[in-house]
């Protein structure tokens, strides 16, 4: 199995930076594709950034220019670089991991248990 944990979460103002990071821990050979979602409170969870194993990064658009997605391939970590933070970023931030090549055989999609961010006016 592989569990994923976040953190750097926290209060900030807004304008304000937060580096968020994601351990992915277990019997890890590879992680195609990670990533981070968000779920505001009431709201649907929505896609913020992925990357591949490759360096290949994705971003949604409302935070293109302002936030950074970059990964550790050695460590299974993979970070969110948040600059210029507005009141609508306040959510979870969930890290995902998805087409894992584990020594059990392929895994598809696992969750962390999410961390806060809130930005004040």
């Known amino acids: 199995q592989v569990q994923l944990v976040e953190s750097g979460g926290g209060l900030v103002q807004a304008g304000g930076s937060l580096r968020l990071s994601c351990v992915a821990s277990g019997s890890i050979l590879r992680i195609n594709v990670m990533g981070w979602y968000r779920q505001a409170t009431g709201k649907q969870r929505e896609f913020i950034a992925a990357?591949?194993?490759?360096?290949?990064?994705n971003y949604a658009d409302s935070v293109k220019g302002r936030f950074t997605i970059s990964r550790d391939n050695a460590k299974n970590t993979v970070y969110l670089q948040m600059y210029s933070l507005k009141p609508d970023d306040t959510a979870v931030y969930y890290c995902?991991?998805?087409?894992?090549?584990?020594?059990?055989?392929?895994?598809?999609?696992?969750w962390g248990q999410g961390t806060q961010v809130t930005v004040s006016p």
């Open positions: 990357i591949t194993m490759g360096g290949n990064t």
């Open positions: 995902n991991a998805d087409r894992i090549v584990s020594t059990g055989g392929l895994l598809n999609d696992y």
